[in-house]
């Protein structure tokens, strides 16, 4: 049976490192890492722009073809850890535009798709929780990548993931504001051997 296992959190929280520890020290551990390029690219070429309704339609429909295919690939190991999975391209197609203000009908437009997708969803999700303040230290300790959207994220996305999380039956939540890095990683691969092992 394949277990497909899930890493939750926002941005800064800790879950590359996380997953890079896992990669390091538990082989028996598919990582699918959210390799997100070509559908970047495409989005580019088309000019697609996510403010506008059919413009996000079509945007989504891309990230969920993405998102099958990568769980597709999933299924051919024992037990997968998916650097953000299924769950969350589903979290934000729907409340992306919400968190615009945007009235948008996406679940109706998105139907076919949308059922396709929550058919990729994972086993069990470890949400990685901290505070804002402990956030934004991590963020600003962090220069190896830029977070543009961190702040806009943190202040309009986060408060909706947590409550649509919370909602959902297969979600654990691990608080790591006073965990290190590596206490962190130990505490999810902890996580993870009592569901693959």
Not at 85 to 94: N, P, V
């Amino acid at each position: 049976m394949t277990i497909n296992l899930s890493l939750q959190g926002c941005m800064a929280v800790g879950k590359t490192t996380a997953v890079n520890y896992i990669r390091e020290n538990a082989q028996y551990v598919n990582i699918s890492y959210e390799l997100n390029g070509d559908v970047i690219d495409e989005i580019k070429r088309r000019n697609l722009d996510k403010n506008k309704f059919s413009d996000y339609i079509e945007i989504q429909k891309l990230w969920i073809n993405n998102e099958i295919e990568r769980w597709e690939k999933a299924q051919e190991f024992k037990c997968s850890l998916m650097d953000f999975g299924a769950e969350e391209i589903e979290f934000y197609t729907l409340n992306y535009p919400k968190s615009m203000g945007f009235d948008w009908d996406v679940e109706s437009n998105l139907k076919n798709e949308l059922y396709r997708l929550r058919q990729c969803m994972p086993n069990r999700i470890l949400f990685l929780d901290a505070s804002e303040d402990v956030l934004r230290a991590r963020k600003e300790s962090d220069n190896s990548r830029s977070r543009n959207f961190f702040e806009y994220y943190l202040e309009h996305l986060l408060p909706l993931k947590k409550q649509w999380f919370s909602k959902k039956e297969n979600v654990d939540f691990l608080n790591v504001d006073n965990l290190n890095s590596e206490e962190v990683a130990i505490a999810v691969k902890n996580w993870i051997d009592e569901r693959c092992i």
